[in-house]
């Protein structure tokens, strides 16, 4: 496949704005960059003045490393900002297309939307929610998630939303940890034509989370309007969702927070066993999520976007919720899988509404590749005027199909590089301004300080290194929920009063950013952030798994997928040489049921030793060229250097 774009990827092409799109765009101003970093404090409060305020700040940002305030003494309401101000002039646009994974379509106009939102609030108020709150949500992607969370931003209570696809454990844990006092869920959720039972997984976490006092479960219906009854509900706790509404008012006018009050937390994946509730706060994120929506999909008045994340990750906060609302834009969502009940779902639903702007993933691209360009091909995608990526490195055979098949050799495409916790995109080309080059994410959003430094923090202007970002921005996580330390030690710790992002990247003579991956123990599967640690936690936690070690190893579509070396114990012996498949199975089940789908292992070897030093720290990187069949690097440190040549045999046999 990559031999029909050898001619493209060897030219080292760059493919600049087009004139039109030039002159057209939000931003085409190419000092904007050094404007922006002469007077970093003053742009950034040129964008939060684009937002509407209560009350204007005193302050625009006070920084005591590591902690930053944005917008001091300002106050302000993010549903408010997203809704409310938008009513006037634009109540009458559609605000969300939502299409559920059968077909049918429901529409909500701003002014519609504002009312779901007002109501919903209300009933959160009746359930006894107060300001502060902290309010669990873990449901599929239909319209009421995104009133959810929008609603909980209007009484200035704190969601946590837990994404769909995992565990019951996992949920447990995230609920527990952020102490929810309520949980807000559907009965289920459609997934290549299955009902995802999520009420009854629900179910199983709330049994251990006393903090919970109340679930609310929104009915999924059938395209035939057919309700999914399977459920139970629990007297006294659990209420629904549509009764609920119909007795509440529509009238809840918006909770004014301080710019620096919590608006959500959202659990991802580090370095330890443990996901860690990374904290966000009202101005700066929202102002954030604004200004890097207008200027990089370049939002204008008519454009239909459409970001294909779901709702429980980052994206899904910043560029399908705040983001392009804080925008006034009309916004798709789309419930199910890409493949359902055909491979070209996707461009169906570009046909069908007209899609202007699309934003998706490196994984899903080189899915569309290998599904083949007939599918595109054979749908109408004219409407579409700019390409996004996002959640991982996208390689450049990925690139150039999307800017060819998708595109049409037509639309920019913008790779935006950023992190759950940095709230918003930090690394991206500006479709008006900047050439872009296939693979690389190009140059830091004006106002961002990014930078490539060496281990003792010096900067490397051009050549590889570890990504930083060295001055404050205002959608900078404010910390880990009930962790301080690990919030200092895991970003601040490599180089005092500077941000350590996990990744690697070099820089081109050009000064353009490419993104090697991760430099930590985090994985990033399918652009889902997985930690080692977590995994090899599962693991261990079968009653036959003595010892497991997990490593990430290239996969064609996914990016990355999981290889875990597991040391059987003595009872699991007979089970796992007698019948290997059927134990792999097993664990990756397990895996499943401890986390979610997404962090199933997709190879796993059973061995009867792993290769340590002589500390006794397990040798990821040997473990990582076993996997990938790669010769073996350095050995000298190992305890016992003939454990990794005898796994490396076992595994190459396997292979
Ligand atoms: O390794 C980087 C990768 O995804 C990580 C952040 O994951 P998460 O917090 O789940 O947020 C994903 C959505 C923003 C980063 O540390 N990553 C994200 N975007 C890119 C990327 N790697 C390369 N290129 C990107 N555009």
């Known amino acids: ?181 309520v949980l807000i869920t559907a009965t289920s959720g459609y997934r290549r034509g299955a009902l995802v039972p999520l009420k009854k997984t629900a179910d199983a976490a709330v049994a251990e989370c006393p903090s919970i006092e109340k679930v609310i479960v929104a009915m999924r219906r059938s395209a035939t309007e057919e309700a999914d009854e399977t459920v139970s509900m629990t007297d006294g706790r659990d209420l629904w969702y549509h009764d609920l509404m119909q007795s509440a008012s529509d009238d809840c006018p918006p909770t004014w927070v301080d710019s620096e009050h919590m608006l959500f937390t959202l659990y991802t994946s580090g370095t330890t066993g443990k996901p860690k509730g990374i904290v966000h706060t009202t101005g700066g994120f929202l102002t954030v999520a604004y200004a890097t929506c207008k200027w990089v999909f370049d939002l204008k008045p008519n454009d239909v976007y459409w970001c294909t994340a779901d709702i429980g990750w980052v994206t899904g906060h910043s560029y399908v919720v705040y983001g392009p609302l804080a925008n006034g834009a009309t916004v798709v969502l789309y419930e199910g899988a890409p493949d359902w009940p055909k491979k070209d779902r996707f461009w169906e639903l570009i046909e069908k509404h007209k899609v202007t702007i699309f934003y998706t993933a490196p994984t899903a691209i080189r899915a569309f590749m290998k599904w083949g360009e007939q599918l595109p091909q054979s749908r109408d995608l004219s409407s579409l005027r700019l390409l996004g990526s996002v959640g991982e490195p996208i390689n450049p055979e990925a690139w150039i199909w999307y800017h060819k098949y998708i595109g049409n050799e037509r639309c920019p495409i913008v790779d935006t590089w950023w992190q759950t916790e940095t709230g918003g995109i930090m690394i991206t080309p500006l479709p008006g301004i900047t050439a872009t080059k296939p693979g690389s994410a190009t140059l830091p959003f004006p106002g961002i300080d990014a930078q490539i430094l060496d281990e003792k923090g010096n900067a490397i202007e051009v050549g590889g290194g570890y990504l930083a970002i060295t001055s404050p921005w205002p959608s900078m996580l404010r910390g880990i929920w009930g962790d301080p330390e690990r919030y200092q030690q895991q970003y601040w710790s490599k180089w005092p009063g500077i941000y350590f992002t996990g990744d690697g990247a070099k820089r081109d003579e050009d000064g353009y950013f490419w993104l090697l991956g991760r430099v930590d123990d985090v994985m990033n599967v399918a652009g889902h952030r997985i930690g080692t640690m977590e995994v090899e936690s599962a693991l261990v936690d079968h009653q036959l798994v003595a010892e497991a070690a997990c490593v990430g190893i290239s996969h064609e579509i996914k990016g990355t997928a999981i290889a875990a070396f597991v040391i059987v114990k003595e009872a699991g012996r007979e089970l796992a040489t007698n019948d290997p498949a059927k134990f792999e199975q097993e664990l990756k089940n397990h895996v499943a049921e401890k986390i979610g789908a997404i962090a199933k292992p997709e190879k796993i070897l059973i061995t009867a030793d792993l290769p340590k030093t002589r500390s006794g720290k397990i040798m990821r990187r040997l473990l990582r060229d076993i996997a990938e069949g790669r010769a073996l690097g350095d050995v000298t440190t190992l305890a016992d250097p003939t454990v990794v040549a005898s796994l490396k045999e076992k595994y190459e046999e396997e292979a």
């Open 1 to 181: 496949m990559a031999n029909q774009f050898d001619a493209l990827l060897q030219e080292n092409r760059s493919f600049p704005p087009s004139d039109d799109f030039r002159k057209q765009a939000n931003v085409s101003d190419p000092d904007i960059y050094q404007k922006a970093a002469a007077d970093r404090e003053g742009y950034w409060a040129g964008w939060a003045k684009e937002l509407d305020w209560e009350k204007p700040w005193d302050k625009v940002l006070e920084w005591e490393p590591p902690y930053a305030k944005w917008y001091v003494g300002g106050t302000l309401n993010a549903s408010y900002n997203c809704l409310d101000r938008h009513l006037e002039e634009r109540g009458d646009k559609t605000a969300i297309i939502w299409e559920g994974e059968p077909g049918e379509v429901r529409k909500f106009t701003y002014r519609q939307l504002h009312r779901e939102v007002s109501k919903f609030a209300n009933v959160l108020k009746s359930v006894g929610v107060v300001a502060g709150d902290r309010v669990a949500i873990y449901m599929p992607l239909i319209v009421e998630a995104a009133v959810a969370m929008l609603a909980c931003a209007r009484i200035g209570a704190v969601h946590s939303v837990v994404f769909g696809g995992f565990s019951a454990e996992a949920l447990r844990d995230r609920i527990q940890d952020a102490q929810a006092k």
